[in-house]
């Protein structure tokens, strides 16, 4: 398998995400993970290197793998993943909350990011993002009518990147993302759980058809304590 490293990798950071393997305890030696996952200990260090840079395991001579508290949520910030997608890969349990869908002409300059003329009809939906009881993140999705002529609540609970791939059959291929710490607005605060928190982290996303056509707008805002945001960045030669 290429890259086996990365299998391992994941594999054990999704038992680390899902509590199967618990702050404190030690991952199985070196060997045991050779014998477990029929490879090389080569592999199986590259593996630990990497759980260890992004902080899911320490390693301490004479003990080996220690794992460290990890309990905020890992959001991909290169990849362009639904909710309901990474809520199943961390094995949480989630529910989205439709506070509003409806379809408008564009306000507050939403036709400057969505780059469309003023008449164009857009789709607004606002949804809150419960995990573990807690309403941690709001989206606000704006999609240009005309390329999604129908959309509904059930549709918006769901997932809205399945039924614009599986029922309309759009290529929904790359985005451009913008990452900045903002204060909370009274919509955060209607609708997050905020705690005390005072600042809300938002990433702007600009997302393209397999045609780079621009259909969507969206801005995604998430309370700080519960998230950091990742990146694998792999260094080029010229």
Request: charged share 30%; hydrophobic share 35%; proline share 3%.
């Amino acid at each position: 398998m290429k890259n086996k490293f990365l299998f391992i990798y994941n594999e054990l950071v999704r038992l680390i995400q899902q509590g199967k393997i618990h702050p404190g305890e030690t991952l199985p030696s070196e060997h045991d993970l050779c014998r477990q996952y029929d490879t090389s200990r080569e592999t199986v260090r590259k593996a630990l290197n990497l759980l260890a840079q992004n902080g899911y395991i320490q390693k301490v001579r004479g003990k080996g793998s220690v794992v460290l508290d990890h309990s905020k949520f890992e959001f991909p910030v290169s990849g362009l993943t639904s909710f309901k997608e990474l809520s199943n890969q961390l094995g949480q349990d989630f529910k989205t909350i439709v506070h509003e869908l409806s379809l408008g002409l564009p306000k507050g300059g939403v036709e400057k990011h969505l780059q469309c003329k003023p008449n164009q009809k857009l789709w607004k939906v606002v949804r809150s993002r419960e995990i573990g009881g807690e309403r941690i993140i709001l989206d606000k999705d704006f999609i240009r009518e005309d390329l999604v002529p129908e959309l509904s609540t059930s549709i918006a609970e769901e997932s809205l990147y399945s039924y614009i791939e599986g029922e309309l059959g759009l290529d929904i291929s790359f985005a451009k993302k913008e990452i900045v710490v903002e204060r909370v607005t009274e919509e955060d605060q209607e609708y997050l759980d905020l705690l005390d928190h005072e600042q809300v982290v938002v990433i702007r996303s600009y997302v393209y058809l397999a045609d780079a056509t621009l259909f969507q707008y969206t801005e995604s805002r998430h309370r700080p304590d519960k998230f950091q945001f990742v990146d694998f960045a792999r260094r080029t030669k010229a």
